[in-house]
């Protein structure tokens, strides 16, 4: 594909992100390239790499689209970044943008202005901090009541590609087992900080070319998700619930750490997430684990009990703001009327899991969001609304269940991106008394 082709197939695909607003980008991506065969990896790779700079970027992109007079739309923001990032000049976009054979139609007056941003940077001094760091404007302040001093660098994190963190499964084998199997691929990894069964690669690979992955040695898992699972401290014999289970990466974690014994039951609203969980849990090796669909409506699985678990994990569905250096689409998709639907949603969905928790037993709230009132907020009104549970400070429980130093100073957990290397991730550890 000529540079122009992939300029216009990176256009075509924003449009495609900006319309279909409830599936991932990079689905979207995938979709996209499944019906153009023709697109060689090199192509892939450079149209990939254009997507995301548009949508990691697009409010300083926008600041100075706006400024020159262009529109903010998917063709002005691709040829925003064209210049900015990729130096191109205003000849090579008219010899790109020419109409020709699966390139963008020529260039208009108003297009041609935008030619003064060749070699400049994205950022500026003039920048306020939501342009600067690329988030909507509304949302500076909740971030600053969480983040404080620290507010710009942990936002500027969230701008930077994730690494690709690996879990290994303790079912099938031990860390440095992997490591030597991964060696011998040259394969470079790292252990993680924080999780004892983590590695980090140290570039991004194709992971379903990995035997380790099919063979289900390790689990593709961001650090701090791992982290999580380890709070809830599962114990061989126990009766678990994973609440949110979805395709099933915490229940795998559990799995290993319940040595594949007791009762584990995988539980969510959705049956087709629950059925991505199956071949993942065959591959494992995990035979603990029963999986059940949740009621639309609220409620329990068929014969459920309540007070009947000794743990249940509740992973809930929130903004997503802890994951944005994974899916930059999310910090464009994500409006004030929907963060209030995340907050209702959340409070139900603790309080029915509660009810579940046996008398002594342990409940576990975790969001992947950097946002107080999906975080502490919640767990406040949780406790208010539910006297019969205390919150138990994560200090002590890491020392047993991570081991290291704990990166929390409170009696909650508070993993982030540009301090810890991890996603955004809150977490709450409660007992019912």
Same mark, same amino acid.
């Given at each position: ?16 992100? +900006? ?98 941003? =060749? ?29 404080? +001093? ?139 684990? +029963? ?14 009990? +309540? ?8 992973? =809930? ?117």
């Amino acid at each position: 594909m000529t540079p122009g082709a992939r300029a216009a197939a990176a256009i075509e695909i924003l449009d495609a992100i +900006e319309t279909d607003r409830a599936r991932p980008a990079d689905r979207l991506i995938t979709t996209w390239f499944r019906s153009r065969r023709y697109a060689g990896g090199g192509d892939r790779r450079a149209i990939r790499d254009l997507v995301y700079a548009v949508l990691r970027r697009r409010a300083q992109v926008d600041w100075w689209i706006e400024r020159s007079g262009g529109h903010c739309d998917s063709r002005g923001r691709v040829l925003a970044v064209l210049l900015i990032e990729a130096r191109w000049g205003l000849s090579r976009l008219e010899a790109e943008f020419d109409g020709g054979q699966y390139r963008p139609p020529p260039l208009n007056e108003q297009e041609r202005g935008l030619a003064g941003l =060749a070699g400049r940077s994205c950022g500026d001094p003039a920048q306020p901090l939501p342009v600067r760091c690329n988030i909507p404007a509304w949302l500076e302040e909740p971030f600053r009541i969480v983040l404080g +001093e620290a507010t710009e660098r942990e936002l500027a994190a969230l701008l930077e590609e994730a690494p690709v963190d690996l879990r290994v499964n303790s079912l099938k084998a031990s860390r440095r087992q992997v490591m030597a199997r991964l060696a011998a691929r040259g394969i470079a990894v790292e252990p993680t900080p924080f999780a004892p069964l983590g590695l980090r690669l140290a570039s991004r690979i194709n992971l379903g070319d990995t035997p380790l992955l099919r063979e289900g040695l390790v689990e593709p898992q961001d650090e701090a998700s791992q982290v999580a699972a380890l709070l809830v401290e599962a114990q061989p014999g126990e009766s678990v619930v994973d609440f949110c289970a979805g395709a099933g990466g915490k229940t795998l974690a559990l799995a290993a750490a319940m040595e594949n014994r007791g009762r584990l039951v995988a539980a969510d609203i959705s049956p087709h997430r629950l059925a991505r969980a199956a071949p993942r849990l065959a591959r494992a090796g995990v035979t603990c684990t +029963e999986q059940h669909a949740l009621p639309a409506g609220g409620g329990y699985w068929p014969g459920a009990e +309540e007070g009947g678990f000794d743990r249940v994990l509740v992973d =809930a569905p929130c903004s997503g703001t802890g994951t944005w250096r994974r899916v930059p689409e999310l910090r464009w998709r994500l409006g004030q009327q929907e963060l209030a639907g995340y907050q209702d949603l959340q409070a139900g969905i603790i309080d029915s899991a509660a009810r579940l928790v046996g008398p002594g037993g342990r409940l576990v709230y975790a969001v992947c969001s950097l946002l107080g009132m999906e975080g502490e907020g919640q767990i406040r009104a949780f406790l208010i609304r539910n006297p019969g549970f205390e919150v138990l400070p994560v200090r002590r429980i890491w020392a047993r269940a991570v081991g290291g130093e704990c990166p929390a100073n409170d009696v909650f957990l508070r993993l982030l991106p540009g301090r810890d290397g991890t996603d955004g991730f809150f977490v709450a550890v409660m007992r019912r008394r």
